[in-house]
């Protein structure tokens, strides 16, 4: 019996340092960098974490009110001003500085996004994904179900809604003062 746990811990021990080798390697060969894409195994990884991450009870809500144009419109109009600096107007996740992150955005028109239910897509707005450039909006209930509506409707945004969005995009400080006539203070 004594032998069978020496050997065990032995073999136990073995495996950590082959883990810790390989994880050395892995570093040293390739770094940490951002620019790298996440392989399968990684990304497997961590979609089974984020889902892990949310209760059951907000993986159980559901919309509360029927969609609207109106709603829809509060919806596109927080992800042109929130949400595509990272996702883009498209929900592609191919964006200048969604491109920059790591692990990089979600297609928000991918059949993993739209096959979770609302309130997963609640709980990531609403509350955010660590370890990862997700911050937590918390910006009310109401604001947080029109984005969860937009999302839905992102795989059958038209030509005519990206463009408009483009309008509700945030600009930057020289750009806004271009666009008034004015000069950017320094």
Request: charged letters at 20%; hydrophobic letters at 40%.
């Amino acid at each position: 019996m004594l032998k069978l746990a020496a050997r065990l811990l032995v073999g136990l021990l073995s495996g950590v340092g082959v883990l810790s080798i390989a994880t050395v390697i892995w570093l040293v060969s390739g770094g940490m960098s951002a620019r790298r894409p996440p392989g399968a195994v990684e990304t497997w990884v961590a979609v089974r974490m984020r889902s892990l991450a949310i209760p059951a009870s907000d993986r159980q809500m559901r919309e509360p009110t029927p969609s609207s144009p109106v709603a829809l419109r509060s919806g596109m109009e927080q992800f042109a001003d929130r949400c595509a600096v990272c996702h883009g107007n498209d929900g592609s996740g191919q964006a200048d500085v969604g491109r920059g992150l790591y692990p990089r955005p979600p297609d928000m028109r991918s059949d993993v996004t739209q096959s979770m239910t609302d309130g997963e897509i609640f709980h990531i707005i609403n509350d955010g994904v660590r370890f990862t450039g997700m911050p937590a909006w918390n910006q009310g209930a109401s604001d947080t179900w029109a984005l969860v509506r937009f999302i839905r409707h992102l795989p059958q945004l038209t030509k005519t809604e990206l463009e408009l969005m483009r309008g509700l995009n945030p600009r930057g400080g020289r750009e806004s003062a271009q666009r008034a006539g004015g000069r950017r203070s320094r």
